[in-house]
């Protein structure tokens, strides 16, 4: 189900949106802000990102997740 109204808004610590071939500039542990269409914002940290580039995985409260790219 999707949280629609009071979505996180953009926080203004999050400066700007990193492309997918920037991510190899993130460091493990590094704080992010995640943002996910129909729930807004939420704050991580990287956990590790991938050789090509691909997949950053980050940390939500303590559970990891994955973040793919799209063609």
Known sequence: MMREAGLPQRPATAA???AP???AELAPGEAVWV???GY????AHVDEVSEHHEMLWVEFAGHAVQVWTRD
């Open 16 to 18: 700007a949106r990193l």
């Open 21 to 23: 071939n920037r991510w």
């Open 40 to 43: 807004g914002f939420d704050a």
């Open 35 to 37: 943002e996910s269409d």
